[in-house]
Every structure is written in structure tokens, then in C-alpha cells.
């Protein structure tokens, strides 16, 4: 059987691919999973996926079908201890990671290697704004910050009058002359610089390196920051800055690849 699923447990959702050996059939993503009562048996496969997952999917062996894993919210892992073919990847297999680093960052950059060549810097734009920077199979080092949405969360809930402002569908003015539209000015414009600083340092180093934005907000912050940067000046570097909402799972490929052939 040549099909298998990856999975990646994130800080807000599961998110699911169907693979055909090294074909990318469909992604799709998942709410967590809510704390069963004592006493209810713990969820299969099938039953995980039955309300979520691509009909055709659904026709399929599930209980033989294998399931390769990882994590960044260690207590959802409970849900699939009684799914016998899940393989979690609990360890680094890029070199250079230091002992505290997210298996999803790892994932995230063997997958763009993988897809894009090296070296390569990945922007993670989800709960957490990280970049991540490798080259030669060898993670070289990152940053964290706060994402865009959770830069609007803490504003509103740490502060006593400042409303919950959202990304705007478009740039918005920078000298704005409202609440909300300061917000957007200050967190946007304030992100899309430090991605640009973050992106210009690394290509002093690495010239012809790729930059591939990823993550929940990265298609939105990827296409703010085109039309922000995009002059003749820095036209080497956009031309070579895309957005691939599938790195990960593209990580876990090479993963099951390496792992199967040393079997």
C-alpha cells in the first residue's frame, strides 16, 4: 500500500496531508481535539477523520495505513495511543539544532531543502513569526517573535481601552488617524521591516538563497511584503521569495524517506 498520511499538530489545529508515495494528493486541517470523559474509548483513525477528511480517503484500509507524526502541543498526543501505526518523529534529523528547538521548525526546513534546494530561509507566520535559516542540511540558525494576530492579542488584552484589531485585507495607512487603523499601521509595517532586515541580512550571506513564507499568515504577510519591497533594487530578492503553505509536510516526506531507506 503506497498511500500514508502526515500529520502536524499545531498550537491551534491538526493539520493533515494524504500522500500517494511521494505524490502530495490533499491537505487538510482540523480543530483540536477536546479531553475525553473517563471511561470513553479512545478515538481510531477512522473515527478521527470520518467528519474531516477527502471521501475517496474514507474508502481506504485506514487501520493499516501508516501515519508518521509530530508535534507541538504535547497533550493531544493522548488521542492516537491507540493507533498502532502512528510513527512520531521525536528526534532532530537536521544537523545544527540546539536541544530546546521545535521539531516543526526542523520539519518545516528539511522540507523546503527538500522542495526549493539549499540554502534556504523559512518566514513561519502562524501563532509565532519564526525564521529559520539552513543550508546544506544544516540548521544555521532563527529567530522568534510574536505573530501577527498574537501581536493584536496582546495589545488588546494587555492594555485597558485598545480594542482587538485584525489584519486588514490590504496595507493599510501608515500615518493612521484611528484606533484600530494604528494598530494595523503599527504592527504590520513594524513586522513587515524586521522580516525585510531578517531577509536582506541573510542574503548578505547566502546570495543565492530561497525565501519561502509559510504558516497560517504567510500567503497574507508574503504579498504585503511584495507589494512593500518590491522595487528594482531589491528585484533579485523578491523574485526569489515565495509562499508554500506545504513545507512541513514536505519535512515529514524526507523524514519517512530517510527513515525507509535505512530499514
Not at 522580516?195 to 504567510?218: A, K, N, R, S
Request: proline share 6%.
Amino acid at each position: 500500500m503506497t498511500d500514508w498520511l502526515a500529520l502536524v499538530i499545531g498550537n491551534t489545529r491538526w493539520h493533515w496531508a494524504w500522500f500517494d508515495g511521494a505524490k502530495l494528493k490533499q491537505v487538510w486541517h482540523t480543530p483540536h481535539l477536546t479531553s475525553l470523559d473517563p471511561g470513553v474509548p479512545k478515538p481510531t483513525l477512522r473515527s478521527i477523520l470520518t467528519d474531516w477528511a477527502p471521501p475517496p480517503l474514507l474508502n481506504l484500509p485506514l487501520e493499516s495505513m501508516g501515519l508518521w507524526a509530530t508535534t507541538v502541543v504535547p497533550s493531544q498526543t493522548h488521542h492516537l495511543q491507540q493507533i498502532p501505526t502512528v510513527r512520531w518523529i521525536d528526534q532532530f534529523f537536521l544537523e545544527g539544532c540546539y536541544p530546546t528547538m521545535g521539531l516543526d521548525r526542523v520539519i518545516t526546513l528539511a522540507g523546503a531543502g527538500y522542495r526549493y534546494d539549499w540554502p534556504v530561509l523559512i518566514i513561519d507566520a502562524g501563532t509565532a513569526l519564526t525564521f529559520t535559516a539552513g543550508a546544506a542540511r544544516k540548521f544555521l540558525g532563527g529567530a522568534i517573535l510574536l505573530g501577527l494576530r498574537s501581536h493584536f492579542t496582546a495589545l488588546h488584552e494587555y492594555t485597558a481601552a485598545l480594542p482587538l484589531a485584525h489584519p486588514s485585507l490590504q496595507l493599510p495607512p501608515r500615518w493612521a488617524k484611528d484606533t484600530v487603523s494604528a494598530l494595523q499601521s503599527g504592527v504590520i509595517y513594524t513586522t513587515l521591516a524586521s522580516v525585510h532586515q531578517f531577509i536582506q541580512d541573510w542574503q548578505q550571506q547566502y546570495p543565492t538563497t530561497t525565501v519561502i513564507f509559510t504558516g497560517g499568515d504567510g500567503e497574507y504577510l508574503h504579498q504585503l511584503y511584495q507589494q512593500t519591497y518590491q522595487t528594482k533594487q531589491n528585484q533579485t530578492l523578491t523574485e526569489r521569495t515565495w509562499f508554500d503553505a506545504n513545507l512541513m509536510f514536505w519535512g515529514i516526506f524526507t523524514y519517512r524517506r530517510d527513515v525507509t531507506r535505512a530499514l
